[in-house]
């Protein structure tokens, strides 16, 4: 039997956490990704 660390599952339910942690960060990294080209263009017409 291998040793676990503190927190660490591999049922199902730890799957699907894992999985809904994943997307929630891909997400919120769109998100910062779309505001920082948004901000570019607003200051990019601001400076002009």
Request: charged share 30%.
């Amino acid at each position: 039997m291998r040793h676990r660390a503190c927190g660490e599952r591999e049922d199902d339910g730890g799957r699907l956490i894992f999985h809904v942690f994943a997307a929630l960060a891909e997400f919120i990294r769109e998100l910062i990704g779309d505001g920082t080209k948004l901000l570019c263009g607003v200051l990019n017409s601001v400076l002009r």
